[in-house]
């Protein structure tokens, strides 16, 4: 079938021009041959009549081509419906406009296969050439009538200026008035159509005569054809073709006065030009677009068509008197009532930019799922003063007076209700709307404004929309459908400035005592709030004011009382009895007594009252806070021996490192203090190493390092002598007032130590060491074992300066005289021994250093760790055995 199309329309064409060759060649020859024969005062005659027949044959060729191409058109429309979703070619659908305005072939789409595109490609291309023929036939239907000199009412409509725009351009007010004369002035056009004058054939088809009955319907079936064209254009794709078209059908309406259906045509296809970016083309369909609804009357469309006249990006080939003429009009409909009951949009002609100008304590950004945008919210906190920045550049030529600028805030939850509902934001939706009072001027060009709010409710917002009130009209510049970034705000409660007092610091074991408690709004307004004291085991409290009589079945472990409104700057003291019982030391427990008082306000911030008086914010929730504050019994001295630590160095001497910490809940001064030390230590007269700390604050919980040089003495018998060490310190507190504090420290390490050297003193000493084979150790084989022995400390050790001996230097033979008896012992081992395992060591050699060797054989494999032991044992001299290592 597409094949059939094609060669349908080669035949047509290529008919057609051979059949126009044919007539103008025997134009020709005749016109050789008839002047030739005729005479000189009829040649003018002759050259008019030869005309005519030139004119009528090309008419029937013009004819017979424009019937041709509808006829096969009307064949494939019976065969080609282009998919289902658009409606078969049928006169009825392509020459018939809605009530409405709206054609049948601006809903067409592109066919969704490759042969319905083709056969729609080539009969649009076939129904070109039939307007091409129409118009054609036009021109030679006026050339054979009386009428040579007028123009083709379509070639008139659709040349470069339309006789509409050589007229003077009236404002708005003057066609308003002249309104009704307009339309009686079309009608009346439309009713008197002339006739066009009888030129076609005889045997041409009843709809081609039917064509050119008059004016009227000549350009119907332009119109039509048209149409049909626009459809084939868009079902095959080719959408820049109908665009075309479309242009020329607009044009054609506003030359028959009909513009409510030309506004129609051209208000669906401005928008071609503006996405191929042909920024001349889309101007000028716009101020057709703006020349047709002015001449209707319809408002609203050209209120929308002159705010669309003035975008930036066609602000380089607007004409400056054309943006000036628009202006005019758009001052003039701005004013009219109409315009006041729709919800315009954000239009090119202004644009808006919001932003946040004043700090804030921090910026996240969350994810709008209903939206697919991001809003960037910003961290504020209740009675911030926060300032938003408006930047409006404005395309208009002229400043312009608007009545206000307002900003909405809706709540994050509003605001998603509100875009899955319809996406429209109104001040119902609105928690606050924000205004700049008029008069506003916006200049041409870049504008900027500022709105204040200081927030007394928290919660979550976004601004969501900046509304321009001119005169009757409103223009919202919804941030969802701006390109610009949302923004959002989160409040917080803001930092309550309340404070509390409890008094006193600590409390003393075993006593009654007042507890007093002073609450301070300072600049916090309180609506409500109580406050519960807590006693934890041994402390009780009774509830403020009670009878004295009735105190003691009155004690409780907690209390609540009752807090009323408090006005900024106010105090409220509350006091009450707390009892303490005896405190008892368990080791390893919680000693620590005390008594928690919790405030719990509702509050607003300071400039509530002012800023709902003024009526600028609604009444909000208060916020929420909780003050704690804890007194506790004293159960530890003011200070307490955190750490105690010595070692020794250089020749005798020790140094103690002492830390101390403060319990204290005030700060005190460390006047003196003193480490008294039993024997063999003693302090050495430059070795206090704590003089950076006279005079010294010491707070609670602060730790103390306190060292001291010590060097080790002999005892002599008239030194007294100290239990354990002592750490003496006195306390001063600002008034003044000493505290001795009598600390014992821990030195049982250093003490020990002191006391192993004074007893291994006085005893004689020998060193062995075991060693064996690295090559062998086979479980069930003899293993090569040797110990050696270091005699050199069997000398006499030396003695401290108070032992006057001078034995110092000799062997322990000269001293006693002994043999000494050595056994090997494998008892407990895991090994079995061989070899000499006993003997006596003779000292007469006064070698000091021998080697005893064996051997071991292992009882089990693996790893082993216990090995034989080396026993030396004195003897008498007369028992010694004569067989000497």
């Known amino acids: ?30 016109w050789e041959k008839e002047l030739w024969k005729c005479k000189s005062g009829k040649v003018l005659e002759t050259q008019a009549q030869l005309k005519r027949e030139l004119n009528n044959r090309e008419v029937e060729v013009e004819a017979w081509a424009l019937a041709s191409c509808w006829d096969v058109k009307c064949a494939a429309e019976n065969y080609f419906l282009f998919g289902a979703a658009a409606p078969p070619l049928k006169k009825s659908n392509t020459a018939t406009l809605g009530k409405k305005g709206k054609v049948n072939s601006l809903a067409a789409a592109m066919a969704p296969t490759m042969e319905d595109r083709e056969a729609a490609r080539c009969l649009a291309e076939l129904l070109e050439f039939a307007i091409l023929r129409l118009i054609r036939l036009g021109d030679l239907a006026l050339s054979l ?44 056009n439309k009713a008197s159509s002339e006739p066009l004058p009888s030129f076609l054939p005889s045997r041409v088809s009843t709809w081609v005569r039917n064509s050119f009955a008059n004016t009227s319907t000549y350009e119907e079936t332009y119109l039509e054809l048209a149409d049909a064209a626009v459809l084939l254009n868009r079902r095959a794709g080719r959408f820049r073709f109908a665009s075309r078209l479309e242009d020329h059908r607009a044009e054609v309406l506003i030359s028959r006065g009909e513009h409510d259906l030309a506004a129609s045509i051209l208000s669906n296809n401005v928008g071609a030009c503006a996405r191929d970016q042909w920024n001349r083309a889309h101007y000028w369909r716009i101020f057709r677009l703006a020349c047709c609804q002015r001449m209707s009357g319809d408002v609203l469309a050209y209120l929308e068509t002159l705010t669309q006249s003035f975008n930036p990006r066609l602000a380089s080939v607007a004409p400056k008197k054309t943006a000036s003429l628009f202006q005019k009009d758009l001052e003039s409909i701005i004013t009219d009532a109409a315009v006041s009951e729709p919800r315009w949009g954000a239009f090119p002609f202004l644009e808006t930019e919001l932003s946040i100008e004043s700090k804030t304590a921090g910026k996240t950004s969350e994810a709008l799922p209903f939206l697919r945008r991001k809003l960037a919210k910003h961290l504020c906190f209740v009675g911030d003063e926060l300032v938003f920045g408006l930047n409006i550049n404005s395309h208009l030529p002229r400043s312009i007076s608007v009545n206000g600028i307002r900003l909405y805030l809706v709540t994050a939850e509003k605001y998603e209700l509100v875009y899955r509902r319809n996406g429209i934001v109104t001040e119902d939706d609105a928690f606050r709307i924000l205004n700049i009072e008029s008069p506003i001027i916006i200049k041409p060009g870049k504008n900027h404004f500022s709105f204040k709010w200081q927030p007394m409710t928290y919660n979550s917002y976004v601004l969501a929309s900046v509304e321009i009130q001119w005169k009757e009209a409103s223009f919202f510049y919804d941030s969802a459908l701006l390109r610009k970034p949302m923004i959002g705000l989160h409040i917080q409660p803001s930092e309550p400035t ?14 009654v005592q007042n507890v007093r408690l002073v609450f301070n709004s300072v600049s916090d307004i309180i609506t409500e709030g109580f406050v519960k004291f807590i006693c934890s085991d041994g402390l009780q409290v009774v509830p403020p004011k009670t009878d004295p009589s009735k105190l003691e079945e009155s004690w409780s472990n907690e209390c609540v009382v009752p807090l009323g409104s408090c006005e900024p700057g106010k105090r409220i003291v509350i006091t009450t009895l707390v009892k303490s019982a005896p405190m008892k030391h368990v080791e390893g427990g919680d000693n620590v007594q005390t008594m928690k008082a919790k405030v719990e306000t509702l509050y607003h911030h300071k400039s509530y009252s002012e800023v709902v008086t003024k009526g600028h914010e609604p009444k909000s929730r208060p916020m929420k806070t909780l003050l704690e504050a804890m007194v506790t019994t004293l159960d530890r001295p003011a200070l307490t021996v955190d750490d105690a630590d010595a070692f020794m160095f250089g020749d005798d001497r020790v140094m103690v490192n002492v830390s101390l910490q403060c319990n204290t809940p005030v700060p005190f001064y460390i006047k003196e203090w003193n480490l008294d030390l039993p024997p063999p230590l003693v302090v050495e ?19 103390l390092l306190m060292g001291f040089k010590c060097i080790r003495t002999s005892v002599s018998d008239d030194q007294p002598l100290s239990e354990r060490p002592i750490l003496r310190v006195v306390l001063q507190d600002d008034f003044g007032k000493t505290f001795l504090q009598v600390l014992p420290i821990n030195l049982e390490d250093i003490y020990k130590q002191l006391r192993k050297e004074d007893m291994y003193a006085e005893i004689y000493n020998a060193t062995a060491e075991l060693t064996c084979s690295v090559e062998e150790g086979t479980v069930g084989h003899p293993v090569p074992f040797s110990y050696k022995l270091n005699l050199q400390s069997l000398m006499l050790p030396k003695r401290r300066k108070s032992n006057n001996m001078s034995s110092a230097g000799q062997s322990i033979a000269s001293e006693v005289g002994c043999p000494i008896l050595y056994t090997i012992i494998s008892d407990g081992s895991d090994w079995i021994v061989s070899g000499k395992i006993q003997g006596l060591i003779d000292f007469a050699s006064g070698t000091e250093t021998l080697t005893l060797q064996f051997r071991g054989i292992p009882t089990q494999s693996g790893i082993l760790r216990n090995f034989p032991e080396l026993l030396l044992k004195y003897l008498p001299s007369k028992s010694a055995d004569k067989n000497l290592v």
Do not use: C, M, Y
């Open 1 to 30: 079938p597409v094949g059939v199309l094609i060669r349908s329309k080669d035949f047509l064409v290529k008919v057609h021009r051979n059949r126009l060759v044919e007539v103008a060649a025997s134009f020709r020859k005749r």
């Open 145 to 188: 009538g009386e009428r040579e000199d007028e123009v083709n009412p379509i070639r008139r409509a659709t040349s470069e200026r339309p006789v509409d725009t050589l007229e003077p351009w009236e404002s708005w007010k003057t066609l308003q008035q002249r309104r009704e004369s307009i339309k009686r002035k079309d009608i009346s």
């Open 498 to 511: 309340q404070l509390i007092e409890l008094n006193p610091l600590f409390l003393i074991p075993g006593h």
């Open 685 to 703: 007269d430059d070795g206090d190493l704590n003089k950076g700390i006279f005079r010294h604050a010491v707070p609670e919980g602060e730790v």
